[in-house]
């Protein structure tokens, strides 16, 4: 892992910038003198790790006392992209234009970026858990078809937070049963890009026993503020 910049934020946060191989990343750590928990934090659907909003989480929860990275999964962000990318990503564009279903553009997007992005999660949680200043316990938070097959496939995850507005592959849907970590689950009951049965549907194939579903009125973005309090509330009980 190699850092690439740093700088001291007001709140006393360290934002540094890495690569690690291809891979590139942010790590938020806050002022402590003991080894701190880790978060993972993805956005949905592969967007970009300096999007504001996951930006401002993963600051907050730093500021809570947790160490937080996020990185860019293969295509998106300052990934290079394929034309196979392109093309998807294009197609799925028209489609929302004209309004048609894009349910099986999100599919084979989706899901051979989840297939290529877990890989690259755990190389970098190899390398988190490295520095001096982690100590985990490992928790997740942000995409959830990323998460449920990280839940199942990486031992150290101790507890998830999952957005409902991304789309979650029927390989993934598949995998929830799979998932026995504690979990939290945020649902927009409005989200124009995610039916709510669906998410309801996702939440009661979740196989863990200590499960908790938020839903909130309004639209994909309107996740209220207060959600990112109970959510460092949350991996709080479970992370320290």
Same mark, same amino acid.
């Given at each position: 892992?190699?850092?690439?910049?740093?700088?001291?934020?007001?709140?006393?946060?360290?934002?540094?910038?890495?690569?690690?191989?291809?891979?590139?990343?942010?790590?938020?750590?806050?002022?402590?003198?003991?080894?701190?928990?880790l978060i993972l934090m993805a956005h949905n659907n592969g967007l +970009? *790790?300096?999007?504001?909003?996951?930006?401002?989480?993963a600051r907050q929860s730093a500021a809570?006392?947790?160490?937080? !990275?996020?990185?860019?999964?293969?295509?998106?962000?300052?990934r290079p992209r394929s034309a196979a990318d392109e093309q998807a990503r294009a197609d799925l564009r028209r489609a929302m234009r004209a309004g048609e279903p894009v349910d099986e553009i999100f599919e084979s997007f989706v899901g051979p970026l989840v297939e290529k992005a877990v890989p690259e999660w755990q190389t970098t949680l190899d390398a988190l858990l490295a520095l001096p200043e982690i100590g985990g316990p490992v928790g997740?938070?942000?995409?959830?078809?990323?998460?449920?097959?990280?839940?199942?496939?990486? +031992? *150290?995850i101790a507890a998830a937070g999952f957005f409902a507005g991304g789309?979650?592959?029927?390989?993934?849907?598949?995998? !929830?049963?799979?998932v026995t970590v504690p979990l939290l689950l945020l649902l927009q009951w409005d989200d124009e890009g995610n039916p709510r049965q669906r998410a309801l549907d996702l939440f009661d194939a979740f196989g863990t026993e200590e499960?908790?579903?938020?839903?909130?009125?309004?639209?994909?973005?309107?996740?209220?503020?207060?959600?990112?309090d109970d959510g460092n509330r949350f991996f709080a009980r479970h992370l320290k």
């Open positions: 892992m190699h850092f690439t910049s740093e700088q001291r934020l007001d709140d006393g946060v360290l934002e540094r910038a890495f690569t690690l191989g291809e891979i590139p990343g942010t790590l938020w750590t806050p002022e402590s003198a003991a080894p701190v928990p +970009p *790790r300096r999007e504001a909003r996951l930006v401002a989480r809570y006392g947790y160490a937080v !990275a996020t990185i860019d999964a293969p295509g998106c962000g300052d997740y938070s942000g995409w959830t078809a990323v998460g449920i097959r990280l839940a199942v496939a990486e +031992p *150290r789309h979650v592959p029927r390989a993934q849907r598949e995998e !929830a049963r799979q499960k908790t579903l938020h839903a909130n009125m309004g639209g994909h973005t309107g996740t209220p503020w207060f959600e990112l």
